[in-house]
């Protein structure tokens, strides 16, 4: 038996849908048959862990309607898809008090990893969903082997599944608000940044004290994101469809003006209304780089949500569009367009049939058309920069999407002089101004970074660990064990429903005793590593070069300027804590090779500031059992890193 399904919503988003009168009674088979049917390709052990968690929430879902009648219309909703990513929670629960947001485990205790995969959902929703506002959004996690209530831990309540009702009553005790309707909560249009995150995106971008490097460089392309923004106004104001095409040469600040234009608010005032109202944020910057997202979303963490309000990665977008749903955004920012991948490669990346794939400018001329009323289209296009299969079509390929389109004779192309070739027989007006050929450099900020650059000048722990309590407080985690086998685990369970996370093992170049250890992070074992695949690779392809099997270690030389969802940092024997302040005096010494080195403390301290400023979810340091680190040990703890905690079962 189907479940039952709000009627207009994607049948790709959740695995089942219905009221617990419903889930409640229905068979077993019933719901992992439908579950199956919505993820084909279920693990073997996804199977045996809806085999086990199902059942028990079948049973606690019964039990709460026969002591609450009006609970039998609450809704379950089982393996909801949060669009524009590829995360799923386990089971969430709309309730008079809120939303519940299960993540079942299976296993008799909580661990760190489980609790902030938890936590992260319900800040999702809280962020992002529209139908969340303003209410509850409960974080649960459930050891499926534990019994009873294990209360609270950082703001996640843990208990076993026999539990479950006794929390829901305790939540709905004296709650007459009605609960959130499932139609709105799966509606398409309600997943969206919520204005407050808006707002505080726009302000952080906006703040010369909080991103300096922005400002830095916004003279020398503020001639370019004034055009754009004249080129985006004409567009609203003739109701067209626009192509608008940004060349530059590598750091010439192409990036910069995609993220000005997204954060600015005058296109709020142009966009046209949609069921629910007006879009919360009207433009969107995307990426196929998943190290540059990263490293936007981390620069922009401070607003909330992870920084995702206007920075998306390509495939996720894609995939949240593929069945025709209509773009929330005017105005779309393709980074790398010149990178924008052939059919074929986007049948191999997106795992379709290539007679049903299209090359993703196909894909995005044909979002532009389902746009209301107008829409442009800005690519950002750095001159021979075509590195991956699938990309050399280049240009041409937007071209022949243009051509190709149902009204592409109704578009119009702007670009710089030298591309008007490419775009012959189309409408195209040449500006100069879209050309950019200054490089200029960037640097990162944030509380991440003053916390870390107090540790590495040895600052009072006490004043660490407020600063850490705070950051704790906004997402990022940091744990501190030494057990390195620990640290491991840690990632791969924090990690193990989301591919595309990338951590990985990171030591500095100077340390003489971590190869005691394991970690292999002398001059030849880290000149061996490809910093393409160790990067951007998964677990499964071939070759297991992935940072994610925690096998090769990248040092600060490989790690500055990119960036990882979490970090396992191996600390050396280089830069340790001695009688209250920082020591060298183990470090391998500098070859004596050109210019001598002028201050060599503060070169230690600045590479473990770039090994510790790496992570945008959490750093794991992974401190050996060597006695000679014990004080460095007790200080990163008094800091505020949490000790990593062993599992029982």
Wanted: charged share 25%; glycine share 10%; net charge neutral.
């Amino acid at each position: 038996m189907a479940p039952p399904r709000p009627p207009g919503f994607g049948e790709s988003s959740t695995g089942w849908t219905s009221d617990f009168r419903t889930f409640g009674s229905e068979p077993r088979g019933s719901v992992i048959d439908s579950l199956r049917g919505f993820l084909r390709d279920a693990s073997p052990e996804q199977l045996r862990a809806w085999s086990d968690s199902v059942p028990r929430l079948q049973q606690e879902v019964g039990e709460i309607v026969e002591v609450d009648a009006a609970a039998a219309s609450f809704a379950a909703i089982l393996e909801y898809e949060l669009p524009l990513e590829s995360r799923r929670p386990d089971a969430i629960l709309l309730l008079r008090s809120g939303v519940l947001v299960i993540e079942f485990k299976g296993r008799l205790d909580a661990r760190d990893a489980d609790i902030d995969q938890a936590d992260a959902y319900a800040r999702d929703l809280r962020c992002y969903h529209a139908a969340c506002e303003g209410r509850d959004i409960v974080p649960v996690l459930v050891p499926t082997r534990m019994r009873g209530y294990g209360g609270r831990q950082r703001g996640v309540h843990v208990c076993g599944p026999d539990a479950l009702d006794m929390l829901v009553a305790r939540l709905e005790q004296g709650r007459q608000d009605p609960p959130i309707d499932v139609r709105a909560f799966l509606s398409a249009e309600a997943y969206r940044p919520l204005p407050t995150l808006v707002r505080a995106a726009r302000e952080l971008f906006h703040d010369r004290g909080r991103l300096r490097r922005v400002h830095r460089a916004a003279a020398a392309t503020d001639g370019a994101t004034t055009l754009v923004s004249e080129i985006v106004h004409e567009a609203a104001r003739t109701r067209t469809r626009r192509l608008v095409l940004l060349t530059g040469v590598p750091g010439a600040g192409k990036t910069l003006v995609g993220l000005r234009l997204v954060h600015s608010h005058f296109i709020d005032d142009l966009a046209a209304p949609r069921t629910g109202g007006q879009p919360t944020a009207p433009a969107i910057f995307l990426s196929g780089n998943g190290p540059l997202v990263e490293v936007l979303q981390y620069e922009l963490r401070d607003a909330g949500g992870g920084g995702r309000v206007f920075v998306r990665n390509v495939k996720d977008y894609v995939k949240a569009h593929a069945r025709g749903r209509v773009p929330a955004e005017h105005v779309i920012v393709f980074d790398e367009a010149q990178r924008a991948y052939d059919a074929a490669m986007v049948a191999d990346k997106h795992g379709i049939p290539l007679a049903e794939a299209h090359s993703e400018p196909d894909i995005f001329v044909g979002l532009g058309c389902r746009i209301p009323e107008w829409g442009v289209l800005v690519g950002l296009i750095g001159s021979g920069q075509e590195i991956h299969k699938g990309e050399e079509a280049g240009l041409r390929q937007w071209a022949q999407a243009i051509a190709s389109a149902a009204d592409g004779a109704g578009w119009v192309v702007h670009g710089p002089p030298s591309v008007a070739g490419v775009f012959a027989g189309l409408r195209f007006e040449p500006h100069r101004a879209l050309s950019l050929d200054v490089t200029l450099r960037s640097h990162l900020a944030g509380d991440v970074h003053r916390f870390v650059a107090g540790l590495v000048e040895g600052a009072a722990p006490d004043d660490l660990a407020m600063l850490a309590e705070g950051i704790e407080a906004a997402g990022f985690k940091s744990y501190v064990t030494r057990d390195r086998a620990l640290a491991e685990d840690y990632l791969r369970e924090r990690y193990r429903d989301h591919g595309d996370a990338r951590f990985g093992l990171l030591a500095s170049s100077r340390d003489r005793d971590l190869a005691r250890f394991g970690v292999a992070n002398d001059f030849q074992s880290t000149k061996r590593v490809r910093f393409g695949p160790w990067y951007a690779d998964g677990e499964d392809v071939e070759g297991g070069r992935s940072c994610r099997h925690l096998r090769d270690c990248v040092t600060e030389f490989g790690a500055q300027g990119l960036e990882l969802d979490a970090a396992l940092v191996a600390w050396g024997t280089d830069f340790v804590r001695r009688d209250g302040a920082w020591s060298i005096e183990r470090m391998a010494r500098y070859q004596r090779k050109g210019a001598p080195v002028q201050d060599p403390a503060r070169l230690r301290a600045n590479s473990y500031r770039v090994l510790l400023t790496r992570a945008r979810d959490a750093n794991v340091v992974f401190v050996p059992p060597l006695g000679e680190l014990d004080e460095t040990c007790a200080y990163l703890r008094a800091a505020g890193f949490r000790e990593l905690r062993p599992a029982s079962a």
